[in-house]
């Protein structure tokens, strides 16, 4: 029998439980202590509530409170959050972030017209295309009606931050181009659907670390939107008028370079390559853009926007395409029935699934020998499954079809890749060439690429030699094919054999 009953101390707390039928719930615990008189504890009391309802609730209002009850996307309280730590977070490692403000063009009126219920159906599907365009760590957001915030985290610096920005804006914009198929039944109509187009206009701003607060950034990306809006919608703005500028060059030249092609702009150059007595033993054929405004335009400021974004492969389809017709045309002429022509391959194009397909479909049509032709190839190619590549390579080469290794030590430089690939030629890059004569480094690479091509079996020629001396320093080495102004400057096929076939005997 008890004296008396004294509790002293109590704990509570939340802990898992489990009922019966095995379920884990949430129970809050209460533990209490009770000692008799003499002050030992004789034995505990414990009370369970099962929290479980308590627990959804909260996570309930969690969720209205920072998330979009429409789209389920964070909403503006959350974003603001969000922001604020990537504010914080660009600080401390110093990358640059973007701030991205979306508007959908013309939202109003498909509201108006097919009402709320369907405009939220296409909310819902807008929100859910913005979503599978981000990394993890980005975030979108939905701060209301029609206007969506994305913010991006972790960008490199500067023009490249922008240039990441503006891709991923893209890509949104693109996936918010595609039809909507909307239900009209929502609408009260008849079960029936409709196909909905939709632009959109687009905001972005940069920031890093804490320079300009949340609430200027915001300010910012918004008057970037209204300058999207009143561009004539369905475009993207930056605030910063500087990255404007660059990243309207990019599309000012992306547009040129599709027009060019549809309006075959690009002519071939090409440069003699001699063998050690001078005499002409092939070409390389050079692109070059024949621009209406600018005038002649070097590869070197178009290629890498031909790469990113793909227009590579048309072009360099009409660069081999262009180049076997002109092989097609020497076969006919007497002394110019010997020459190669050497292709430039990029990695992009190399790596098409039906890249092998393409150059017989282009030797077929030309009527070009394969054995003329040769595919200058970087050591870039390398990077890639070097199965395939070595397997595509035997194919070509199995038609006749050479193949030279181009910038030779620039790159990868892999031996043992090398001693695999079925090639015939290595190229010394320009850049060991030009300072043989003064870099007892660039002399050391110029010297190995040629002993390496000796022991390898394989021919060697310099490029970018534009001085006797370099030659001769070349030559006492053991190489023997040269490319380079000394010998020829790249022109049209047609001066080939006049011009230049002059310089080539005063040089
Ligand atoms: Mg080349």
């Known amino acids: 029998m008890w004296d008396a009953i004294v509790s002293?101390?109590?704990?509570?707390?939340?802990?898992?439980?489990?009922?019966?039928?095995?379920?884990?719930?949430?129970?809050?615990?209460?533990?209490?202590?009770?000692?008799?008189?003499?002050?030992?504890?004789?034995?505990?009391?414990?009370?369970?509530?099962?929290?479980?309802?308590?627990?959804?609730?909260?996570?309930?209002?969690?969720?209205?409170?920072?998330?979009?009850?429409?789209?389920?996307?964070?909403?503006?309280?959350?974003?603001?959050?969000?922001l604020r730590q990537a504010l914080t977070a660009s600080a401390r490692h110093g990358r640059h972030g973007a701030l991205m403000l979306f508007d959908l063009d013309d939202f109003k009126t498909l509201n108006d017209t097919l009402g709320h219920d369907v405009g939220d159906q296409f909310l819902i599907e807008v929100a859910a295309r913005m979503e599978s365009c981000i990394r993890e760590c980005d975030t979108v957001a939905r701060l209301g009606g029609d206007e969506f915030v994305v913010i991006l985290e972790e960008l490199d610096a500067g023009l490249l931050a922008a240039m990441q920005a503006e891709s991923v804006a893209v890509k949104i914009q693109g996936a918010l181009n595609q039809p909507y198929l909307l239900d009209l039944s929502l609408a009260g109509g008849e079960a029936n659907t409709r196909s909905y187009h939709c632009t959109s206009s687009i905001g972005i701003t940069l920031f890093r670390g804490h320079d300009v607060?949340?609430?200027?950034?915001?300010?910012?990306?918004?008057?970037?939107?209204?300058?999207a809006k009143a561009a004539g919608r369905n475009t993207l703005r930056f605030f910063d008028p500087q990255m404007q500028a660059a990243v309207s060059v990019r599309a000012t030249l992306d547009t040129d370079l599709r027009a060019a092609i549809g309006e075959s702009q690009f002519v071939l150059h090409y440069q003699p390559q001699v063998d050690g007595s001078g005499r002409m033993t092939g070409v390389e054929a050079l692109l070059r853009w024949q621009?209406?405004?600018?005038?002649?335009?070097?590869?070197?400021?178009?290629?890498d926007q031909a790469e990113a974004t793909r227009l590579i492969m048309p072009l360099g389809r009409w660069v081999l395409e262009t180049a076997c017709r002109q092989l097609a045309e020497w076969a006919g002429q007497a002394g110019r029935e010997g020459l190669d022509i050497a292709v430039n391959v990029s990695g992009r194009q190399f790596h098409q699934a039906d890249f092998v397909d393409q150059v017989k479909a282009v030797l077929a049509t030309t009527g070009a020998d394969p054995r003329r032709l040769k595919l200058e190839?970087?050591?870039?190619?390398l990077l890639h499954d070097i199965e395939d590549v070595v397997a595509r390579m035997a194919q070509l080469r199995a038609l006749g079809i050479n193949f030279a290794l181009d910038d030779f030590g620039t790159g990868y430089s892999s031996l043992y890749y090398l001693k695999r690939l079925p090639l015939a030629q290595l190229k010394i890059d320009q850049s060991f060439v030009r300072d043989v004569l003064i870099d007892a480094n660039d002399a050391?690479?110029?010297?190995?690429?040629?002993?390496?091509?000796?022991s390898l079996g394989l021919a060697v020629i310099a490029e970018g030699v534009e001085t006797p001396g370099q030659r001769d320093f070349l030559k006492l080495h053991g190489c023997h094919a040269f490319q380079g102004n000394l010998f020829g400057v790249a022109c049209g096929a047609e001066k080939l054999f006049s011009e230049a076939a002059a310089e080539r005997r005063d040089g």
Do not use: C
């Not at 607060?213 to 300058?227: F, G, H, I, P, S």
């Open 8 to 82: 002293t101390g109590t704990w509570s707390g939340e802990i898992w439980n489990r009922r019966k039928n095995g379920e884990i719930f949430p129970a809050w615990t209460t533990i209490t202590a009770v000692r008799r008189r003499d002050g030992v504890v004789s034995h505990y009391v414990g009370t369970f509530t099962d929290i479980t309802q308590r627990r959804a609730a909260e996570d309930e209002i969690r969720h209205l409170a920072f998330y979009d009850a429409l789209t389920q996307l964070p909403n503006r309280r959350l974003m603001l959050d969000r």
């Open 213 to 227: 607060d949340v609430d200027e950034l915001l300010k910012r990306a918004d008057t970037a939107m209204y300058q």
């Open 291 to 303: 621009h209406p405004r600018r005038g002649l335009v070097m590869p070197a400021e178009f290629i």
């Open 377 to 381: 190839v970087t050591e870039s190619l």
């Open 444 to 454: 050391a690479i110029a010297r190995t690429v040629i002993a390496l091509g000796q």
